[in-house]
């Protein structure tokens, strides 16, 4: 402050010296004005040390906690049952007994085919049946008849007894396989009429009756009928890989749907998938919704909330104290008065706290708001 006093006094003088006299040369009023800015400006050491003295970084004192939260994200109602209905054997659709929206339970008749060749067959292979039913009980006799005789020495050779035994079992066999020839139209002639498997809703119709249909491929590519259960359904989501430690089959979820707001629905988890899917990296998992007042449709788009409460203590960070730079995440520590970056893994954010995980002890000085300004080794105080 001495030396600035002097210099101010100096050019107040030089002033009043040009003021007084002539100048010597034109160099003086350059040099003049040099002297007067000179005197107005301090020291760049002196900014730099009063910006370092003003410098206050906040920081907390790092300590564990159990951090719950919750994951808000969409999922799908589907059926809990669904099936599509074609018909088993080559035929015309003769009577169809219900359409779209029909309430069926299991066992009903959905609809009757007819097939005239399959009944021609059936009566060839019932003709065939009798047929080697009658030889079977022929030769039947006719080895028993022998077998009595040969009680009486030297009546019947044994050659002859085992031939008698040899074709009895051989006519057996035949009928035997007549036998099963037969069912085999039967079972053909039952698949003529399609039947509900289970209670639901029929949701699609595809036919009418004289349409031509078969197995897939084979007259008609879509199926008879789709049938849906719809007084319960399954609620499906996707859960990210990074949440699926933090799910167990106890969680109680509350959902809604668009088509019915204000309204909230509950469902607990029944069924974990265990795997992840390849492409999506999530693990599906799935909740039983009773819908018996069939307010759910199948298809709906539901908004879930899972709850993930903490099972194990971790430390938790406000996010304003992690710098996200391009080399990694990171928090910075006060080491003896010295910036320290600390490399770190995100966990899960909940109401601006973060998980985080990396070298961290309790009762580290954590800076508060970290900035990339913020130096590694430079002082903080």
Request: aromatic content about 6%; overall charge positive; glycine content about 6%.
């Amino acid at each position: 402050m001495v030396s600035i006093f002097f210099k101010q006094q100096y050019a107040k003088h030089h002033i009043m010296n040009i003021l007084t006299y002539k100048p010597l040369n034109a160099l003086t009023p350059l040099l003049f004005l040099g002297l007067v800015l000179s005197s107005c400006h301090s020291t760049p050491k002196e900014e730099e040390k009063t910006s370092i003295e003003k410098t206050v970084v906040p920081t907390f004192v790092l300590q564990k906690g159990k951090l719950s939260s919750t994951l808000d994200m969409p999922g799908e109602l589907v059926a809990f049952q669904q099936v599509d209905l074609y018909a088993k054997v080559n035929s015309f659709v003769k009577k169809l007994n219900v359409d779209v929206g029909s309430e069926v339970s299991a066992g009903q008749l959905l609809a009757i085919m007819e097939a005239p060749e399959i009944n021609s067959q059936l009566s060839g292979a019932e003709s065939r049946l009798k047929s080697l039913e009658a030889i079977y009980i022929a030769s039947k006799a006719n080895y028993n008849r022998l077998l009595e005789t040969s009680k009486t020495p030297g009546t019947i050779s044994p050659n002859d007894l085992d031939q008698a035994l040899a074709k009895q079992q051989s006519d057996n066999a035949q009928w035997q396989a007549a036998k099963a020839a037969y069912r085999e139209i039967t079972d053909n002639r039952n698949y003529l009429e399609i039947r509900a498997p289970f209670n639901g809703v029929i949701t699609a119709r595809n036919v009418s009756a004289g349409a031509y249909v078969g197995p897939s491929g084979k007259g008609s590519e879509l199926p008879l009928f789709t049938l849906q259960e719809q007084k319960k359904l399954r609620l499906v989501v996707a859960v990210p890989e990074a949440y699926t430690a933090y799910l167990n089959d106890k969680n109680e979820i509350s959902f809604s749907v668009r088509s019915l707001p204000g309204q909230k629905f509950t469902a607990k988890v029944q069924r974990l998938a265990g795997a992840l899917d390849n492409k999506l990296r999530s693990q599906r998992i799935e909740m039983d919704v009773i819908n018996n007042n069939k307010k759910l449709l199948p298809g709906m788009v539901a908004e879930i909330s899972i709850p993930l409460p903490a099972k194990d203590s971790t430390f938790i960070v406000p996010e304003t104290s992690i710098i996200n730079s391009a080399e990694g995440l990171f928090v910075i520590k006060s080491n003896k008065g010295k910036a320290e970056w600390l490399p770190i893994q995100k966990g899960r954010a909940q109401q601006e706290k973060v998980e985080v995980f990396g070298n961290l002890i309790t009762g580290d000085s954590i800076v508060t708001k970290a900035t990339e300004e913020i130096r590694k080794g430079s002082s903080i105080n």
